[in-house]
């Protein structure tokens, strides 16, 4: 079954077309940092204009780079959510004008559960149950993944997300949006342990995560000692990291201990960060658990786990029909 997804959630237009649910034969995604980095962040209204603009060409180059004719897919499948429901919109209806004109069965997914099937798309994968954790710009979730459609929340966020936090920080230290890259790379070259900042763990059973702590240690820290120059900047940078890395390895390994799962699986935006990855590898490997994690680029926003995802809805007969609608918060796909 040859799959087309379209994925809009934030502020990249992608479209990807999936084989099987398991072989990407293209992914094309259309950023527009370059649009919001000026304001510091994601302006939904301009997001979804650039959806619109985007979002025919964008699905029509991935038609044509999977080598594939329109004729030849056999469904659809697009973000339901969650996400900015202006840019949504504008993916979810373009997918059901695009599969009720050629009669073709339609998936909205769930955008969190696409995130955990890009970990399926890589050449090795984990065997199921494994805990699973997703960590981006909007989200950072922990789950018991029972099959390929049981997942278990196990915990989430109280207040900010690891990605949020890396570009709330990133503002404060005037670096600008996005903040992921820019912070990996400035810690590269300061020392994570010259500034000790508070690691969140919530109590010892707690699996849920807070970085607000966190981003206002970092703001009091600059408060105090001003104006940070480079190497104090990049000393802050590799501190801020360390301590969210430190929560996010204790929480992931807690977790699958708790579950007796030998497997966990990292995806979302944050994970493409090789720090955050070799952290988790070391304590995963001291405690007998294998990490998994998706191809590079997989791990944010993309259409080829939307369509994986889309792939197995579209077997199971969850369809989308003509009056469902899209969502902006976290919800079943019924």
């Known amino acids: 079954m040859i799959v087309l997804g379209i994925e809009p959630s934030c502020d990249e237009t992608a479209a990807a077309v999936v084989t099987d649910g398991t072989s990407v034969l293209s992914s094309i995604v259309s950023s527009q940092v370059d649009v919001h980095h000026k304001y510091g962040g994601v302006v939904p209204e301009l997001a979804s204009r650039m959806h619109i603009e985007a979002v025919s060409h964008v699905v029509h180059q991935a038609i044509d780079r999977a080598g594939i004719s329109k004729e030849q897919i056999d469904g659809v499948a697009a973000t339901r959510g969650p996400g900015l429901i202006g840019a949504l919109l504008v993916g979810f209806s373009f997918a059901k004008a695009f599969a009720w004109a050629r009669r073709?069965?339609?998936?909205?997914?769930?955008?969190?559960?696409?995130?955990?099937?890009?970990?399926?798309?890589?050449?090795?994968?984990?065997?199921?149950?494994?805990?699973?954790?997703?960590?981006?710009?909007?989200?950072?979730?922990?789950?018991?993944?029972?099959?390929?459609?049981?997942?278990?929340?196990?915990g989430q966020t109280r207040d900010d997300a690891a990605g949020e936090a890396f570009d709330?920080?990133?503002?404060?230290?005037?670096?600008?949006?996005?903040?992921?890259?820019v912070?990996?790379?400035?810690?590269?070259?300061?020392?994570?342990?010259?500034?000790?900042?508070p690691r969140s763990f919530l109590g010892k059973e707690s699996l849920d995560f807070s970085f607000s702590g966190l981003k206002s240690a970092v703001a009091r820290h600059i408060h105090e000692h001003g104006i940070p120059g480079e190497k104090a900047m990049a000393d802050i940078a590799a501190g801020f990291q360390a301590a969210v890395f430190d929560v996010l390895?204790?929480?992931?390994?807690?977790?699958?201990?708790?579950?007796?799962?030998?497997?966990?699986?990292?995806?979302?935006?944050?994970?493409?960060n090789s720090a955050l990855a070799e952290k988790i590898g070391r304590d995963?490997?001291?405690?007998?658990?294998?990490?998994?994690?998706?191809?590079?680029?997989?791990?944010?926003?993309?259409a080829a786990m939307i369509a994986a995802r889309g792939d197995q809805l579209i077997r199971?007969?969850?369809?989308?029909r003509l009056d469902h609608d899209v969502f902006s918060r976290n919800r079943s796909n019924s």
């Open 168 to 181: 709330k920080v990133s503002k404060m230290l005037g670096l600008g949006y996005p903040g992921g890259a």
């Open 284 to 302: 995963t490997h001291r405690s007998g658990i294998r990490l998994y994690l998706p191809p590079r680029e997989l791990c944010g926003d993309n």
């Open 316 to 320: 199971d007969n969850c369809l989308v």
């Open 183 to 197: 912070i990996e790379e400035l810690a590269r070259q300061g020392d994570p342990a010259s500034i000790d900042f």
């Open 249 to 272: 390895a204790q929480k992931v390994v807690a977790a699958a201990k708790s579950r007796h799962c030998r497997s966990v699986a990292v995806a979302g935006g944050v994970a493409a």
């Open 104 to 154: 073709l069965p339609m998936a909205g997914v769930n955008h969190l559960e696409g995130h955990i099937y890009s970990v399926l798309l890589g050449d090795e994968q984990p065997r199921f149950p494994f805990v699973a954790l997703l960590v981006s710009g909007g989200h950072t979730n922990l789950y018991h993944v029972r099959s390929r459609n049981d997942f278990e929340l196990l």
